[in-house]
């Protein structure tokens, strides 16, 4: 017997085990919002880690950034998300749920069963828009001028947001490299093809966020904005669809389980001229998991008009200059957590007993290793078990001591969270310095000297 997971059963474990909370749960929480717990950060810095390493330390042409969540409004003018980052929303009459219209089978509401009773569509914009500087319970002033606003300020008045004040949370990291990409240019001016990568937050006003962590309205994303001169960029966005296809391997998502969706024209982008879904097998269907998509010069354009700023590239060797073209690898840091999640449980059986366990990549698991005493009430295994894991702890870091109740449901413990060895210290130990070391997958023990153990996890 070897089985996948249900959604509930993964919702239950990444609550119980502290991977993912709810969102201020004890206020009831917030829809499209959660938390990271202790081993839900470990996972996810992990997963991050091995991205970094693949996409960015790895490359000599990749430009690592950090940009602001906050921009200046007119750069989501010139992107097009202020007029066309859209949904297309309809409203129950019955039950007011508002709901994705383009996520529905039928004409029947499905909070409350009613037929019949759903609106027209209408476009919803999903950016998140707020205000900077003093603007909350204040005078408005309307159409004063600059010196009347000055006037009320210096009197301890505050005047109400205006068009002026707003700005919004940014929906996706990839505008804030490019508005930068003059400032990387002028700093480093590096060859052509580079890239610019950034892991950070991003916020989307979902309709009606659902299936966990597939649809949030907080999340974090990982992009690439790659520059290219417009001849190469099939050779470029074909490596890198070879490249993502690896990491999703090394990450521990079957082959199997992942498939290329080709987006048609009609669905794709405003931006792009291609693009190639990744989707993921996730216990409540097949979905979107990344995307790579050829945005061509598309950005850099619009910010060049808008903004009136050059951003045409001057090649080193000479020749006329361009405006490079773009390719994008993206990925939500949620959608994958929950795939790597989803891929990694599994139910078997050991010993005529139904056993759960995530079968995570060693790279990807969150403890590499769990040292156990036999039996917490003998000093002498507790004194040899905090030892070894001193030396471990020092040699490998993410490890764990568990001395909690017997070693079977320790055992279980741990198969639980996807730490693939367990190392038990026992008598035999404080005579000839052995250990017991169990795998994860197959459940086999076998003695190992100490001095061997950290070569051996790692």
């Known amino acids: 017997?070897?089985?996948?997971?249900?959604?509930?059963?993964?919702?239950?474990?990444?609550?119980?085990?502290?991977?993912?909370?709810?969102?201020?749960?004890?206020?009831?929480?917030?829809?499209?919002?959660?938390?990271?717990?202790?081993?839900?950060?470990?996972?996810?810095?992990?997963?991050?880690?091995?991205?970094?390493?693949?996409?960015?330390?790895?490359?000599?042409?990749?430009?690592?950034?950090?940009?602001?969540?906050?921009?200046?409004?007119?750069?989501?003018?010139?992107?097009?998300?202020?007029?066309?980052?859209?949904?297309?929303?309809?409203?129950?009459?019955?039950?007011?749920?508002?709901?994705?219209?383009?996520?529905?089978?039928s004409d029947k509401c499905p909070v409350c069963g009613k037929e019949g009773t759903l609106s027209e569509p209408k476009q919803f914009n999903m950016m998140f828009k707020t205000t900077t500087g003093p603007v909350e319970g204040s005078t408005d002033l309307g159409?004063?001028?600059?010196?009347?606003?000055?006037?009320?300020?210096?009197?301890?008045?505050?005047?109400n947001a205006t068009e002026a004040n707003t700005t919004y949370l940014r929906p996706e990291t990839a505008q804030g490299m490019f508005v930068n990409f003059k400032n990387v240019v002028d700093s480093f001016y590096p060859d052509m093809p580079f890239g610019m990568a950034q892991v950070g937050k991003a916020f989307r006003n979902e309709i009606s966020p659902r299936d966990f962590l597939f649809r949030l309205r907080e999340m974090e994303q990982m992009e690439i904005e790659y520059f290219v001169a417009p001849e190469l960029w099939q050779e470029k966005f074909n490596a890198?669809?070879?490249?993502?296809?690896?990491?999703?391997?090394?990450?521990?998502?079957?082959?199997?389980?992942v498939h290329e969706l080709e987006v048609s024209e009609e669905d794709r982008a405003?931006?792009?001229?291609?693009?190639?879904?990744?989707?993921?097998?996730?216990?409540?269907?097949?979905?979107?998991?990344?995307?790579?998509?050829?945005?061509?010069?598309?950005?850099?354009?619009?910010?060049?008009?808008?903004?009136?700023?050059?951003?045409?590239?001057?090649?080193?060797?000479?020749?006329?200059?361009?405006?490079?073209?773009?390719?994008?690898?993206?990925?939500?840091?949620?959608?994958?957590?929950?795939?790597?999640?989803?891929?990694?449980?599994?139910?078997?059986?050991?010993?005529g007993e139904e056993r759960m366990y995530l079968k995570l990549p060693k790279d990807v698991a969150p403890i590499k290793v769990a040292v156990f005493p036999l039996l917490k009430n003998k000093p002498e295994l507790i004194e040899k078990a905090n030892q070894v894991y001193d030396v471990l702890k020092k040699e490998i870091g993410e490890v764990m001591f568990d001395d909690n109740g017997n070693i079977g449901k320790r055992y279980r413990r741990q198969d639980e969270i996807g730490t693939p060895q367990t190392v038990t210290i026992d008598f035999q130990s404080l005579e000839d310095d052995t250990v017991t070391v169990r795998n994860r997958d197959t459940t086999e023990q076998k003695r190992m000297k100490i001095a061997e153990l950290a070569n051996s996890v790692n």
């Open 240 to 257: 890198f669809r070879d490249g993502m296809k690896k990491f999703f391997t090394m990450v521990g998502l079957p082959e199997s389980m």
């Open 1 to 105: 017997m070897n089985k996948k997971g249900s959604l509930e059963d993964i919702v239950s474990l990444a609550k119980r085990r502290g991977f993912i909370y709810p969102s201020s749960e004890i206020y009831g929480g917030l829809a499209g919002v959660f938390d990271y717990g202790p081993l839900g950060v470990r996972l996810k810095h992990n997963i991050q880690n091995l991205w970094w390493s693949s996409f960015v330390s790895g490359w000599d042409d990749m430009y690592p950034m950090d940009t602001a969540i906050l921009m200046n409004k007119k750069v989501w003018e010139a992107s097009g998300h202020a007029s066309g980052f859209n949904d297309p929303m309809v409203e129950c009459n019955n039950c007011k749920s508002r709901l994705r219209a383009d996520h529905l089978r």
């Open 270 to 351: 405003h931006y792009s001229a291609r693009t190639i879904d990744f989707e993921f097998e996730f216990p409540f269907g097949r979905k979107e998991l990344a995307g790579l998509a050829y945005r061509t010069d598309y950005d850099l354009k619009k910010h060049q008009e808008v903004s009136g700023r050059s951003m045409v590239y001057m090649p080193k060797g000479g020749g006329a200059g361009f405006i490079p073209h773009v390719i994008e690898p993206s990925f939500g840091v949620e959608r994958l957590f929950l795939a790597v999640l989803s891929a990694a449980y599994t139910h078997d059986e050991v010993n």
């Open 143 to 159: 159409a004063n001028s600059p010196a009347a606003i000055i006037d009320e300020f210096s009197r301890g008045r505050v005047v």
